[in-house]
């Protein structure tokens, strides 16, 4: 059974693009959240959000000129993130006359893959009898897809490229494929992660579901609030992050740089029973999703000695806590580390595993842990924890890192990340 | 609008569809995916610009008459009527 590892990290978060800014950002704790006027001007209850600051010149130095007319915003942010991470791995530059690259697969999931497309393109000319007008790039954008066809074809890979979707779990869940494509040979490297559009038509229907913030409208920096007793919703959010998963052997033979080791994960439902539902997780789903991770892992809990829990700024934060301590074994008091990006980021959605997951090896490789914002009004039900959260970036060698993600359809991914030993 | 005009602004418009690295070797004759090096699935893209560009319809048997480009000059001069 091969060992995994991340040889390349690439990112595209609403705090900063590229993973050295992202560093920076996550260390300074940095907030990637702001107004945006277009949300109050059609109506929503939320007027704020995370959303990468990509300019012309930074896409230009990415794409073809006919490659950026046919992309959409996730499509955009994967190749980014992707053509990043393949850079940071140190692999040969790839170009259209390049080979097939055979041994290298991509898992790179989205929860609403092209909907900006179809909002903005798809459906106004298609009511419009205009069908015939939408032209070659509208399949290509619109479909699910999308992200991980354009990264497949741009670096010509030759393994299984594929999208999955699985709500806001998405981003763990591409790693943990990723890890078993890996661990069972069947690919040497796997491009995973995914990626998010920043799109309204995502946003409304979060809006109507009262699942985003509404009370800090003015005040952007302070509305994403994980752990906060005045948390009221989450704020929405865009990105990309994308991990080259590679086999131990085929990093040492080419004498790649190690981020880290990807021990392992697991993914499962909580079959929407037992105080789950479409939008709240069982809390046994959670708990045996964390023990399961833990068992093919071989770690024991007392390892663990840090947590990037989901953790999104809802209600749903108190919940997540009792059934992290629950599946630990531990006390609020004894739990390992714990913050929440999502409290810099914002909630990308079918992004947010992705983006997260690059943060936790970016602390582990640099031996500190990021702020968690906004929580100075702890939340009451969970207090004992507060000491376990950092306010301010601090400095933790991270052995063990467990990484949680929770999405809608009661469907739960972790992961657990080990800082690289020879 | 005279034909050199159209032939202009034709080649102007498939310009960017264009993936060969000397663009010189454009001439009438050239074809536009065996030649010139077009991806076939923006084909169509080139039709509805030059409906666009040209303020006329093609039609899906009309497409074939875009494979040559100077097929394609000809045939939106003799939807716009102008003399070849």
């Known amino acids: 059974m091969n060992r995994v590892v991340v040889t390349g990290m690439g990112i595209v978060a609403p705090n900063a693009v590229g993973v050295e800014a992202y560093r920076r950002a996550l260390c300074e704790g940095k907030s990637g959240i702001s107004y945006t006027s277009q949300m109050k001007e059609l109506g929503f209850g939320c007027h704020v959000a995370g959303v990468p600051d990509i300019s012309k010149q930074t896409a230009n130095g990415y794409f073809s000129p006919e490659l950026l007319k046919n992309s959409n915003a996730s499509m955009k942010y994967a190749v980014i993130a992707s053509v990043d991470c393949w850079k940071d791995s140190g692999l040969p530059s790839r170009h259209p006359d390049s080979g097939v690259d055979w041994r290298t697969a991509a898992i790179i999931g989205t929860s609403l893959g092209g909907i900006d497309t179809i909002g903005e393109s798809v459906v106004p000319e298609t009511n419009a009898g205009r069908a015939r007008r939408l032209g070659s790039s509208a399949a290509e954008k619109a479909m699910s897809s999308c992200a991980s066809a354009c990264v497949g074809g741009l670096l010509g890979l030759g393994g299984q490229v594929t999208t999955n979707s699985s709500a806001c779990s998405t981003g763990t869940e591409a790693i943990v494929g990723g890890f078993w494509m890996i661990r069972e040979g069947r690919s040497d490297r796997v491009l995973a992660g995914s990626a998010e559009a920043p799109s309204v038509y995502t946003w409304a229907f979060l809006d109507s579901l009262r699942v985003m913030t509404r009370s800090s409208n003015e005040q952007p920096q302070a509305a994403s609030r994980p752990l906060s007793a005045s948390a009221g919703g989450f704020v929405p959010a865009g990105g990309a992050g994308i991990l080259m998963l590679e086999s131990l052997t085929s990093a040492k033979e080419r004498g790649a740089k190690i981020y880290g080791e990807v021990l392992g994960g697991h993914s499962n439902c909580g079959g929407q029973r037992n105080g789950g539902s479409i939008t709240a997780s069982n809390p046994e789903g959670i708990q045996r999703c964390v023990q399961e991770t833990l068992e093919v892992t071989k770690t024991k809990p007392s390892e663990i000695d840090y947590v990037n829990g989901h953790l999104t700024g809802t209600g749903g934060d108190a919940k997540e806590i009792r059934c992290l301590t629950a599946a630990l074994g531990r006390r609020l008091s004894d739990m390992p580390w714990v913050n929440a990006t999502k409290s810099l980021i914002g909630h990308g959605l079918g992004a947010s595993g992705s983006m997260e997951s690059v943060a936790v090896l970016l602390q582990m490789a640099h031996g500190f842990l990021h702020p968690s914002l906004n929580c100075e009004d702890f939340h009451p039900e969970i207090e004992e924890l507060r000491p376990r959260v950092p306010e301010k970036s601090i400095p933790w060698n991270s052995r063990f890192a467990l990484k949680t993600s929770f999405g809608f359809g009661d469907v739960n991914s972790c992961v657990i990340f080990k800082r690289w030993e020879e | ?84």
């Open chain 2, 1 to 84: 609008m005279s034909r050199d005009e159209v032939r202009k602004a034709y080649l102007e418009l498939i310009r960017s569809y264009i993936r060969v690295e000397d663009p010189s070797i454009i001439n009438e004759s050239s074809l536009l995916v065996n030649d010139l090096k077009v991806n076939s699935t923006r084909f169509v893209d080139i039709i509805l610009e030059t409906e666009d560009r040209f303020s006329i319809s093609i039609d899906d048997k009309e497409m074939e008459r875009f494979d040559r480009v100077g097929d394609a000059i000809d045939f939106i001069c003799e939807k716009k009527k102008l003399a070849a």
